[in-house]
């Protein structure tokens, strides 16, 4: 799902294309796109984009009418941009926007439609649609202590709830935990006050490193090939691969469609964390920590 600096660098190339330019058509290919009824999105048609916000992980388009479009792209939907119509749609094409400047069409891989457009009148109404998390770019150690520790959960789930942050998913989650050296099942309010820096700092730094990355790998093009699997990415999506910080082999907790990926070493002082997939299956043969599971493995050939 695109998190906070895929957004902000979706907005960037947004703003770039369309600040002042009129919507000439909007073509609805999936009934399952538009999840308002009105105002209907012809109610923008001949109307300029003044408008850019970001709403968590949510895009926030404006009209010069007070028409707001609201894209929430989930797991596969994704934005591009063509200075023609395609001559033929995408079979992935939920949906396209045909401006004096342009086409911007939405997609969305695989059979699960959960992208969605919600269509409303007024910035009340848009801001309306915003979770409510912090903003964390902005907010000192103080907020960020305050909203972080206001209910006690593992680090992994406060991190990505909408609710108390903004903008951070299961992507940047892993590497923020792995950048402030903490486990992803430890507590939020069992967090020391050093602990609570260290991780309002790893927010901070790992988020404002990832946004200029990304805006200097896109640079004047329009975001391409937006993924959570980035090879230059600490732990995340790393499942097996060295640790760049210690070499230990990187590891994860799978649940539902999700997973979580971390160093032991980094973040656990050792200690391998139960997949509950695998703790059913393997019971008591699952080793408890990183020496147990390189001990367990038959040595090299050769050696």
Request: hydrophobic share 40%; with cysteine; charged share 25%.
């Amino acid at each position: 799902m695109p998190e906070l600096p895929d957004i902000t660098v979706y907005i960037d190339a947004l703003k770039t294309r369309l600040e002042g330019r009129v919507l000439e058509q909007a073509r609805i290919q999936s009934p399952f796109l538009l999840r308002t009824a009105s105002p209907p999105v012809e109610a923008a048609l001949g109307h300029r984009v003044t408008g850019f916000e970001r709403l968590s992980k949510r895009i926030a388009l404006g009209f010069d009418n007070d028409i707001w479009w609201v894209l929430h792209l989930m797991i596969a939907g994704r934005l591009h941009w063509r200075d023609e119509a395609p001559k033929r749609p995408s079979r992935t094409a939920l949906a396209a926007f045909t401006f004096d400047s342009g086409v911007l069409t939405l997609t969305e891989a695989g059979s699960k439609k959960r992208a969605s457009l919600h269509i409303v009148e007024g910035a009340d109404a848009m801001h309306g649609m915003n979770p409510g998390g912090l903003e964390v770019m902005d907010a000192g150690l103080d907020a960020f202590s305050e909203a972080f520790t206001a209910r006690n959960h593992t680090l992994k789930r406060a991190l990505t709830d909408p609710r108390i942050l903004s903008g951070i998913g299961n992507a940047y989650s892993d590497e923020i935990l792995h950048r402030a050296g903490l486990s992803p099942v430890k507590l939020t309010q069992s967090l020391s006050a050093g602990e609570l820096a260290a991780l309002h700092a790893a927010v901070r730094d790992v988020l404002r490193e990832w946004i200029e990355r990304l805006r200097q790998q896109y640079r004047d093009d329009f975001p391409g090939k937006v993924t959570a699997f980035r090879p230059d990415m600490a732990v995340h999506g790393r499942y097996g691969k060295p640790c760049p910080v210690c070499g230990s082999e990187v590891q994860r907790i799978r649940y539902a469609s999700n997973e979580t990926n971390y160093c032991p070493r980094c973040q656990t002082g050792g200690r391998l964390l139960a997949d509950r997939s695998l703790s059913r299956l393997l019971k008591k043969d699952w080793p408890r920590s990183i020496d147990e599971l390189e001990k367990s493995r038959p040595a090299n050939k050769g050696k």
